[in-house]
Nanobody, 115 residues
């Protein structure tokens, strides 16, 4: 049974930082491309960042230069460091493999950016 458990969200002021974590179980984590996705109220879920098994990364234009995705294959965990947060980054953040599998969505972690 695959489980992806996100954590690390919260309320932060504009310009602040958060680090999200996603712990995976039930998959051979190290072989998968992993992604962070987000869904804002009233909007479709979108890909924010991805990382290959070898550590190559890519980002949505809206977060380039502010967010950094990383992974620790020994801990079956993928991270998202978010700096210079903006109100438009407010969303529920999820991790999944890439391309995503609908059966793997977890509960997500809420990020709210507000003064």
């Amino acid at each position: 049974q695959v489980q992806l458990v996100e954590s690390g969200g919260g309320l932060v002021q504009p310009g602040g930082s958060l680090r999200l974590s996603c712990a995976a179980s039930g998959i051979i984590f190290r072989i998968y491309v992993m992604g962070w996705y987000r869904q804002a109220p009233g909007k479709q879920r979108e890909l924010v960042a991805g990382i290959t098994s070898g550590g190559s990364t890519d980002y949505a234009d809206s977060v380039k230069g502010r967010f950094t995705i990383s992974r620790d294959n020994a801990k079956n965990t993928v991270y998202l460091q978010m700096n210079s947060l903006k109100p438009e980054d407010t969303a529920v953040y999820y991790c999944n493999i890439r391309p995503y599998d609908n059966a793997y969505w977890g509960q997500g972690t809420q990020v709210a950016v507000s003064s």
